[in-house]
């Protein structure tokens, strides 16, 4: 006896994998299990008993070529009991091995081919039919992808976070429908009058106690490593939709093993209704046996016909209905869109509006999905929503950055505000808003942020830093910070990205932005209008401009200082500048100016004028700035200047003047004329002299001649008497005059870098002078009388 198990090979497959097998596949494969155990019941009995038994025909001669079996066909009972001739027998004179020999003969020759083989055939045929439906389950192309879709499905429906994601959609929709019900009762109890109020009260109460209102579940609380599982969780979910989505594998393989299974449906149905009838009990043999046996007919029984054609009409029934089976799964493949899944109904139920509905491959799993058990899509699609995944990002952040971790990061800015600087996180921890005393918020390169209501709880902000971190703001949010936040800094790849509530903060004093035009926009730099900045004082704009923007006038009238960071692009418009009246600080730093600009000379406010890292060559224009009568800080550093004109004298209310970093070989005489000069940078130039001159300036404090090529200072120089830092490092000097002695308010004196030899002892008349701020090489340092080196170290 041949067990069913052994073919258990054929079809075997993950558990696992059932949960992609409609019930018409199920059914199909108890219908081949059914059919399996026939053959191998068929071919038990065709092994292990005589398969067909004959006897010698003793009609005429004449009629030998007739069916030799047609006198044996059923009579009438009475007729076989009266027929003493067959009661008696008749003899043929054969013994037993010449009977096992016609049987044999007889079996091979006479019996027909399907009455022999049906049992195998049957074996066949239905292994056929299960290699056709687990096909999908082995081949490597399908396989592959049917695995991942069920390990990543078991993991998803098992997953903690689901049912979280699952619980807080149910508590939403739960409070929801009982507040509206709530609602509509007072509203019907109201519309029904006095009369019918007080019946309609007492109802309600009779009613209320038949009413068993359920809370729902409490939410449970995801731990760190379940909400970390959850998150890689939503990566393979992303990577596995990309990969299956490509192509339509499975659908295909599914159509052709189907239509596979029909064909051969169809070609078993017909040769068994064809060759059933095959099968008979008794079976006329002509075989020429004389010389062995004495006898060239035989009449013989096949012993098994009975049973086989009651098979053979069970099997037959069977491979009807499961070709019905598969004559529905063609037309549930070919009527419905199997290529396209739509979340239209999980996202009703759940509220979930960002699932997105997927295609191919990806969407035939899903429609299989569902004719097992519709549940395991709902919590699948969980794992697809956006708005999951922040939620999920959201709780992990909270428990990575606790309020302890994030009180830890707290330090004073260079505004001197309470500043909490966060960098390349996921999001924005809830966390964050339990901390009343931060004063600013410095974000850099959160990819979402999305200010909750809770922000209100800052009351002590006063300053936002956006660093490449897009941020959306609620209504009530907005209204919280368009009253109290003073300073913003938003920086982002281009400008339009900046957001528009930004331009509504009508508190805000300091507007600082960074960022592109597009290059089409460049030219005409249109920026949001800022009428509604009525406080604004300072706006910082670093972009690549074409023109000063036209929305910079609408703050004219109390914007105090301006700064333009053009990063090399060349600004041509400026004349809108004249408009800025109350304007006090002025920075048009790498904008590609080759001369001063005129319009400068209008704002008559101006006290500060920064042109760095420009273009300029000449700066003949210096007389106009009398105009800006109030201006005391002239930055020209970083620039090309070959010279400073003589009119540089009508500066005479100038106090700081920064020429560094440019190409100038000499310095004016009339220099010594601007007397309220307190600082003066020209380091880094091609200085070989100082004007003496410049010992005129009673009022200089700070001066920097550092990298040049000075060898001799003039000693009217030490006449600054008020001098407190004196930088001449790295030139060629070889001697310092003891007349620097005399700078009794010196505290800083820089010397490394030069020829020097020695120090004179009369430095030790510098009582500000400390061994902190005297900056030499050690063995000059050492060479200083030990009384001065004393004197120096004591603080």
């Known amino acids: 006896m041949i067990p069913v198990a052994e ?41 292990t008993q005589d398969k067909i038994i004959c006897l010698p025909s003793h009609g005429p001669r004449e009629n030998l070529s007739e069916a030799p079996c047609q006198q044996l066909l059923p009579r009438g009972v009475s007729e076989h009991v009266g027929d003493l001739r067959e009661l008696s027998g008749l ?84 409070k929801g429908p009982a507040a509206t019900g709530r609602a509509t009762v007072t509203t ?142 063609l037309c549930w493949l070919f009527h419905r869109p199997l290529k396209e899944y739509s979340f239209r109904s999980v996202r009703e139920e759940t509220g979930m509006g960002d699932i997105p509905d997927v295609k191919n491959d990806f969407a035939f799993m899903l429609h299989l999905i569902d004719q097992y058990d519709s549940l395991y899509s709902k919590r699948f699609a969980v794992f697809l929503s956006e708005v999951s995944e922040s939620r999920l990002k959201q709780l992990n952040l909270n428990h990575e950055w606790t309020t302890e971790k994030l009180r830890q990061k707290l330090q004073r800015n260079a505004c001197g505000r309470l500043e909490l600087a966060l960098c390349m996180l996921p999001g924005l921890p809830d966390t964050v808003f339990e901390l009343s005393e931060v004063e600013a918020l410095r974000l850099e390169a959160i990819c979402d942020v999305t200010f909750p209501p809770g922000l209100s709880q800052l009351v002590h902000l006063q300053e936002i830093s956006l660093l490449h971190s897009p941020a959306r703001l609620p209504f009530s949010s907005q209204i919280f910070l368009r009253d109290h936040l003073k300073v913003i800094r938003v920086k982002c790849k281009e400008l339009r990205e900046v957001p528009l509530w930004v331009f509504g903060l009508r508190s805000l004093e300091e507007l600082h932005l960074e960022g592109l035009f597009p290059p089409e926009l460049a030219r005409a730099a249109t920026l949001e209008s800022l009428r509604e900045l009525k406080q604004l004082k300072v706006l910082s704009l670093r972009s690549n401009a074409g023109k000063v923007p036209a929305s910079v006038t609408d703050v004219a009238g109390h914007l105090q200082r301006l700064s333009l960071h053009n990063d090399g692009a060349r600004l041509l418009a400026l004349n809108s500048l004249k408009k800025l009246a109350v304007l006090r600080e002025l920075e048009l730093v790498a904008c590609g100016l080759e001369r001063i600009p005129h319009a400068v000379f209008s704002l008559s406010a101006l006290q500060e004028l920064d042109l760095k890292d420009n273009h300029l060559r000449s700066i003949e224009e210096i007389p106009s700035f009398q105009h800006c009568r109030k201006l005391v800080t002239l930055r020209l550093w970083h620039n090309q200047i070959a010279y400073v004109p003589e009119h540089v004298r009508k500066l005479r209310g100038l106090e700081q003047l920064y020429l560094s970093h440019n190409k100038l070989e000499t310095l004016p005489t009339q220099l010594g004329m601007c007397s309220g000069l307190r600082l003066l940078d020209v380091s ?17 404090q700070h001066l920097a001649v550092s990298y040049n090529a000075l060898e001799l200072l003039p000693e009217e120089l030490f006449f600054c008497r008020k001098l407190r830092t004196l930088l001449l490092g790295y030139n060629n000097l070889s001697q310092l005059s003891p007349q620097v002695g005399a700078l009794g308010a010196l505290s800083r004196l820089e010397l490394k870098g030069n020829r020097l030899e020695a120090l004179p002892e009369e430095l030790g008349n510098c009582g500000g002078l400390k061994k902190s701020g005297l900056l030499v090489e050690d063995t000059l340092y050492e060479g200083l009388p030990a009384e001065v080196r004393d004197r120096m170290e004591v603080e």
Request: charged share 20%; glycine share 6%; aromatic share 14%.
């Open 7 to 47: 073919f258990k090979q054929f079809a075997e497959h993950q558990p696992a994998f059932k949960v992609l097998k409609p019930w018409w596949d199920v059914l199909a494969e108890y219908l081949t299990v059914a059919m399996l155990m026939i053959g191998v019941f068929g071919c038990t009995l065709q092994v």
């Open 91 to 174: 003899r043929n004179n054969l013994d037993l091995q010449q009977y096992s020999f016609i049987n044999q003969l007889c079996y091979e020759t006479a019996l027909h081919w399907y009455a022999k083989y049906f049992p195998y055939l049957v074996v066949i045929h239905t292994l056929n039919f299960m290699v056709c439906t687990s096909f999908w389950f082995k081949f490597p192309g399908t396989s592959s992808k049917i695995e991942h879709f069920i390990s990543i499905l078991g993991k998803c429906f098992d997953s903690p976070w689901t049912t979280r994601a699952l619980s807080e959609v149910s508590r939403e929709n739960h």
């Open 188 to 329: 019907a109890a109201a519309a029904a009058g006095p009369g019918k109020a007080g019946e309609g009260e007492k109802e309600k109460m009779l009613a209320e106690p038949e009413k068993v209102v359920t809370e729902p579940p409490a939410v449970t609380l995801l731990d760190k490593k379940e909400g970390e599982q959850a998150k890689a969780l939503f990566e393979k979910v992303k990577k596995f939709r990309v990969h299956v989505e490509e192509g339509d594998i499975l659908y295909t393989m599914y159509i052709r093993q189907t239509v596979l299974k029909v064909c051969k449906f169809l070609a078993i149905l017909v040769y068994n209704l064809v060759y059933v009838g095959k099968i008979s009990f008794l079976v006329a043999c002509r075989v020429d046996t004389s010389e062995v046996t004495g006898y060239a007919n035989f009449c013989c029984s096949h012993t098994k016909a009975h049973l086989f054609s009651k098979l053979a009409f069970c099997y037959i029934c069977f491979v009807c209905v499961y070709g019905i089976i598969c004559f529905y799964t």
């Open 684 to 700: 880094h130039n091609g200085l070989h002299s100082l004007p003496a001159e410049l010992g005129l300036l009673q009022n200089l």
